[in-house]
T-cell receptor
């Protein structure tokens, strides 16, 4: 079983829609959780950290469910510029980041 | 004023050759990393150095040898290149080797082995 699994999508949504997707992780000792964003042929960039209590950053909301070992990302009021691949990242206490293969989101006009 | 830079951006070479990729960060970070992103888009950690010392060494063929001359540089040398080495290689850095730190990635080096 992969350490981090994501639905690859693609999620094709119209502008203004809400889109949400999950990521599951296998290591119950995982310590920290992130969503990174990767545009086509570009490097990954941190979108947001995911905290136990859930957190929001503008139109983006991240949730963590430790009991079921998943994290989620919700994007409200989608913009064309939100089109990207969203990478779920999980770390344990050995400093290594484990990346999911990414969920592709395409926002259409 | 690029934070993490890599050279070259593209590398096309024949099987069996030896090549190097260079990485530099001007963020003052202690920790640097090499990742490989294959055609299936999985990003996998290869190596990490903290203040010039190797702290992560994943199961990578010993044809891959990282070198950190100082904490701002982490280079990757690959001997006897194989077709399966074709991928995008990303360098990254973070302030410390902590699980909680954001990592800053370079623009990637797209390696094609023919």
């Amino acid at each position: 079983r992969k350490e981090v699994e994501q639905d690859p999508g693609p999620f094709n949504v119209p502008e203004g829609a809400t889109v949400a997707f999950n990521c599951t992780y296998s290591n119950s000792a995982s310590q920290s959780f992130f969503w990174y964003r990767q545009d086509c042929r570009k490097e990954p960039k941190l979108l947001m950290s995911v905290y136990s209590s859930g957190n929001e950053d503008g139109r983006f909301t991240a949730q963590l469910n430790r009991a079921s070992q998943y994290i989620s990302l919700l994007i409200r009021d989608s913009k064309l510029s939100d089109s990207a691949t969203y990478l779920c990242v999980v770390t344990s206490n050995d400093y290594k980041l484990s990346f999911g293969a990414g969920t592709t989101v395409t926002v259409r006009a | 004023d690029t934070a993490v830079s890599q050279t070259p951006k593209y590398l096309v070479t024949q099987m069996g050759n030896d090549k190097s990729i260079k990485c530099e960060q001007n963020l003052g970070h202690d920790t640097m990393y090499w990742y490989k992103q294959d055609s299936k888009k999985f990003l996998k950690i290869m190596f990490s150095y903290n203040n010039k010392e190797l702290i992560i060494n994943e199961t990578v063929p010993n044809r891959f040898s990282p070198k950190s001359p100082d904490k701002a540089h982490l280079n990757l040398h690959i001997n006897s290149l194989e077709l399966g080495d074709s991928a995008v290689y990303f360098c990254a850095s973070s302030p410390h080797p902590s699980s909680y730190n954001e990592q800053f990635f370079g623009p990637g080096t797209r390696l094609t082995v023919l």
